[in-house]
C-alpha cells in the first residue's frame, strides 16, 4: 500500500440508486477489493440516510440516489487483532463480559473490531446487538456490562449515572501504600472524584501495593490519577506512572452490583479469582 493510502478520508454523495457500496468504495479509494469489504466488517464505513447514520458492514448493501457514503480508513487500526473477551453472565437483555487489557470499550469512526461490545455481538448465541452502558480504560482490564436493546441500555446507564452501581477493582501501585482504609477527595477536571483505597497486602521484594479502591464518582482515569498523585502511580501505568516496560496495567474491575432495572433483584457479580491480577 503506498503512503497515500495508509490513511484516509472518503465521504461521497450516491448520485446513482441500486449500485452497490462496496464498489462505490472501490473505486473512490484506489483500495482493493478484500481491504474495502474488511474494513466495512470492521466498521469504518458508514451510511447517511435522510439524516440518519449508521455503520455499513454488509458489501453488498444496494444504496440510493441521495445516500452519503463515507470511509475512515487507516491501515494500521484494521491491522489490529484483538484480544478475547469472556463471557461472565448471559442475562438475556444484558450479559457481563471480561475485557481484557488492549480492548476498546468503544469504537470510534474509523472501526469498533476491537471492542468488547462488537465481540459480544459475534460471539453471543443467540446474537444481539450490544451496547455499551459505562466504560474502562483500554488499558485496564475486569467486568464490563452490556445492554443488548436501547431501552435496557438507557435504564442500565441511569444507574450509573445515578452511582447506584457499586464498582470495586484490584489495584497493584509502586510503594508502600500507609493504612488500611484511605478517602480520596479530590475532584478532577473541576468535578468531585471519591475513591475509598484498602490496603489488601505489600510485597517488600517487589515494592508494590495491592489495593481495593470503590469509586462513588467515575472520572476519567480517576483511580490512576487519584494514586498517582498522592505518590504511588500504578503498576505499568504509561501515562501517569512509570511506564514499567511491556508490562499491562495493574488495574482491574473486579466486582459490579446493582438493582436490576428489569426485575428489581439484586445483582452481583465477581471476577473469577483465575482472571485476577
Not at 95 to 121: I, L, N
Request: one cysteine or more; aromatic letters at 8%; charged letters at 25%.
Amino acid at each position: 500500500m503506498t503512503e497515500k493510502r495508509t490513511t484516509m478520508e472518503i465521504h461521497m454523495a450516491v448520485k446513482t440508486a441500486d449500485i452497490k457500496a462496496v464498489d462505490l468504495l472501490v473505486e473512490a479509494s484506489g483500495l482493493s477489493r478484500g481491504q474495502v469489504k474488511k474494513a466495512m466488517k470492521n466498521g469504518a464505513a458508514w451510511l447517511e440516510r435522510q439524516g440518519h447514520v449508521q455503520r455499513l458492514r454488509r458489501a453488498d448493501r444496494r444504496l440510493l440516489s441521495g445516500d452519503e457514503l463515507h470511509l475512515y480508513y487507516n491501515a494500521h487500526i484494521q491491522q489490529q487483532m484483538p484480544p478475547p473477551a469472556q463471557l461472565i453472565a448471559d442475562e438475556g437483555e444484558y450479559s457481563v463480559w471480561f475485557k481484557p487489557s488492549g480492548m476498546y470499550s468503544q469504537g470510534s469512526k474509523w472501526g469498533d473490531h476491537c471492542t468488547v461490545g462488537r465481540w459480544a455481538e459475534q460471539h453471543l448465541r443467540p446474537q444481539r446487538n450490544a451496547f455499551v452502558v459505562h466504560r474502562l480504560d483500554r488499558a485496564a482490564s475486569g467486568l464490563m456490562l452490556l445492554a443488548h436493546s436501547k431501552k435496557v441500555a438507557a435504564a442500565l446507564s441511569a444507574l450509573f449515572r445515578q452511582r447506584t452501581v457499586n464498582k470495586q477493582y484490584r489495584v497493584k501501585v509502586w510503594g508502600a501504600f500507609p493504612g488500611d482504609n484511605v478517602h480520596i477527595d479530590a475532584p478532577l477536571d473541576g468535578k468531585p472524584a471519591v475513591s475509598r483505597v484498602s490496603l489488601l497486602n505489600y510485597d517488600p521484594g517487589r515494592n508494590q501495593s495491592l489495593l481495593q479502591v470503590d469509586i462513588d464518582t467515575g472520572r476519567k482515569h480517576q483511580i490512576r490519577r487519584h494514586l498517582a498523585d498522592r505518590g504511588f502511580p500504578v503498576v505499568g501505568d504509561r501515562l501517569y506512572g512509570r511506564g514499567d516496560g511491556e508490562q499491562d496495567l495493574q488495574l482491574q474491575a473486579v466486582y459490579l452490583a446493582f438493582d436490576c432495572p428489569l426485575s428489581g433483584e439484586r445483582r452481583e457479580y465477581r471476577l473469577p479469582e483465575a482472571l485476577i491480577i
